[in-house]
């Protein structure tokens, strides 16, 4: 896989996608952007702000406020890859969140998404 096409994506495109994934299956953006303000220390109005802007998918990983220290707690598989195996550092940023809007389509509670280290 090219980590750079990856990296240099607009999250303006890949925004709109991860809400609808989410939606399909009866979630809510509002759900989406808690799982994105958890895992990233963004506000919901920053979400909005680069999901309007131009702003890169890898940028917006470079530039989070604060990326949660329990992500290292998500497991599993995500486009046929262990995420917690991927070793380029932005990459498993950018699959720790393909990972959790791909639990909360699957219909997983938010408590269990969002991992409290217990």
Not at 21 to 30: N, P, Q, S, V, Y
Not at 65 to 76: A, D, E, S, V, Y
Request: glycine letters at 6%; hydrophobic letters at 35%; aromatic letters at 8%.
């Amino acid at each position: 896989m090219n980590h750079e096409k990856v990296y240099s994506m607009s999250f303006s495109k890949i925004y709109p996608l991860l809400v609808s994934k989410a939606e399909k299956k009866g979630r809510t953006l509002e759900e989406v952007t808690q799982v994105i303000t958890w895992l990233t220390g963004y506000t919901a109005e920053e979400i909005e702000k680069a999901a309007a802007g131009s702003v890169t998918y890898g940028d917006f990983f470079r530039n989070a406020p604060h990326l949660n220290p329990n992500r290292k707690l998500i497991t599993g598989v995500i486009c046929g890859v262990r995420v917690e195996t991927i070793e380029e550092p932005l990459m498993q940023e950018i699959r720790y969140l393909d990972k959790l809007v791909d639990e909360l389509a699957k219909g997983k509670v938010m408590e269990k998404i969002l991992r409290d280290g217990t």
